[in-house]
């Protein structure tokens, strides 16, 4: 079979082809099955064939491109059924007009330099517009410092200082004992409560919803965003944000 293989040049781009289409484990397993279509022999197909690399990166490419958008109409399909859960803050995790006609929910994380760059959007927007509510969703997914963070963060909304903490925790750093600290200080919360609160059920409970609504909304990072209905990935600056309230609006 090897040896057919060898001498068939198609058979040997159809192998090349299933290991940039299907991914290196699959063509591992090909190779110990057949070892002696390693080294030379692909090398030499290839150098005379190169046209099959960019065709194979190609094909590649598209499939999962489509996968990607499936997955992404699919998600703001379920937005509607989710838009309750969504809208409903922890707390005072919040901010904003409460009856505002549009309202942003933002999936963050305290680990996030993209969630960082997106404040001064956030701030703006809110000085500027009088009618947009914002609703901050704890979606800790850079490690277990970035839990930590979200857990305080929600215990300082239970003490009705979630935008003091919020603030406070990402003007001091990336996540760390000390630096939940300075922030729990800064955001003058009641310490001690604060530490209990932020190992209870719901406060756990909290942070499962939110993953699990990430899950569903095809979340692959932060900061993810909900705004008017409709689902939004990655960072933005105030124009961003701006644009999609206005598109919000126009769609009511």
């Not at 299907?22 to 090909?30: R, Y």
């Not at 705004?227 to 644009?243: P, T, W």
Request: with cysteine; glycine share 8%.
């Amino acid at each position: 079979m090897t040896e057919k293989l060898l001498r068939n040049p198609l058979a040997l781009a159809g192998a090349f082809v299933l290991s940039a289409l299907l991914g290196a484990g699959l063509f591992a397993l090909l190779l110990a099955w057949a070892p002696s279509l390693a080294g030379p022999a692909i090398r030499g197909y290839l150098l005379e064939h190169p046209e099959v690399l960019p065709e194979a990166m190609d094909r590649l490419q598209a499939r999962e491109t489509a996968r990607y958008e499936q997955q992404q109409r699919g998600a703001q399909k379920a937005v509607p059924q989710l838009m309750a859960q969504l809208q409903k803050p922890y707390a005072s995790a919040w901010a904003g007009n409460p009856n505002g006609d549009v309202t942003i929910v933002a999936f963050m994380d305290y680990a996030c330099g993209y969630c960082r760059a997106s404040l001064p959007g956030i701030e703006e927007l809110l000085a500027k517009d009088p009618n947009v509510r914002i609703v901050y969703r704890e979606y800790p997914v850079l490690g277990p410092e970035s839990a930590v963070a979200a857990r305080w963060a929600l215990a300082a909304a239970e003490q009705g200082k979630f935008r003091a903490f919020h603030d406070a925790m990402y003007a001091a750093g990336q996540p760390s004992a000390e630096n939940i600290k300075l922030a729990a200080a800064k955001a003058g919360l009641d310490q001690a409560a604060a530490a209990k609160v932020a190992q209870s059920k719901p406060v756990g409970q909290e942070i499962l919803a939110n993953h699990k609504l990430g899950d569903q909304l095809a979340m692959t990072g932060t900061p993810s965003w909900v705004i008017g209905g409709k689902l939004v990935y990655g960072a933005r600056d105030y124009q961003g944000l701006a644009d999609a309230v206005a598109a919000a609006r126009a769609g009511k």
